[in-house]
T-cell receptor, first 113, second 116 residues
């Protein structure tokens, strides 16, 4: 069983929709949770990160972590065609001294006009 | 904005050739990483380095080797390329986390390798 599970999609939504992307994980040691966005033929770029449980908001993006359920989410409000990309969740259990990230497989999102 | 570069961006090469994938970063980061990414699969760490003259193998077994002679440079070498090496190779670097947050990894654009 994979440590991190993520629905690969593809997910297709109309412009302006609210998008919910999710990951589940099995390793209780994970404390740091990240969302990366990867455009076609590009490297991943960090979108948001959170520590432990709770919510974090940045513009149209909200990251949620529920450690009791081992479940994290990324919400995108008022989705735009420019949001079309693959979204990767990543997790880590260490701070400082170097971290190894465990990634999900990514969810491919397409926002249509 | 991250300044991490990878060359070449695309490489098509025949079986048995020796290849080196280049990765450079201008941010002065001590830590650098190589990941392998295949369609529909998660990123797998194949090598990492915590500083000059420090290299370690990652979680995914790889026939490639790396070197870290300069802080900014982390090349990956395949002595004899095979079709099974066909993949996307991503380089990343990170700095020490602050205020209790873990390191933030910055990724290069990737090298798409095809071995015929």
């Amino acid at each position: 069983q994979k440590e991190v599970e993520q629905d690969p999609g593809p997910l297709s939504v109309p412009e302006g929709a609210i998008v919910s992307l999710n990951c589940t994980y099995s390793n209780s040691a994970f404390q740091y949770f990240m969302w990366y966005r990867q455009y076609s033929r590009k490297g991943p770029e960090l979108l948001m990160y959170t520590y432990s449980s709770g919510n974090k908001e940045d513009g149209r993006f909200t990251a949620q972590v529920d450690k009791s359920s081992k479940y994290i989410s990324l919400f995108i409000r008022d989705s735009q065609p420019s949001d079309s990309a693959t979204y990767l969740c990543a997790m880590s259990g260490l701070t400082g001294g170097g971290n190894k990230l465990t990634f999900g497989t990514g969810t491919q999102l397409k926002v249509e006009l | 904005e991250a300044d991490i570069y990878q060359t070449p961006r695309y490489l098509v090469i025949g079986t048995g050739k020796k290849i080196t994938l280049e990765c450079s970063q201008t941010m002065g980061h001590d830590k650098m990483y190589w990941y392998q990414q295949d369609p529909g699969m998660e990123l797998h760490l194949i090598h990492y380095s915590y500083g000059v003259n420090s290299t370690e193998k990652g979680d995914l077994s790889s026939e490639s080797t790396v070197s870290r002679i300069r802080t900014e440079h982390f090349p990956l070498t395949l002595e004899s390329a095979r079709p099974s090496h066909t993949s996307q190779y991503l380089c990343a670097s990170s700095e020490e986390g602050t205020r209790g947050f873990t390191d933030t990894q910055y990724f290069g654009p990737g090298t798409r390798l095809t071995v015929l």
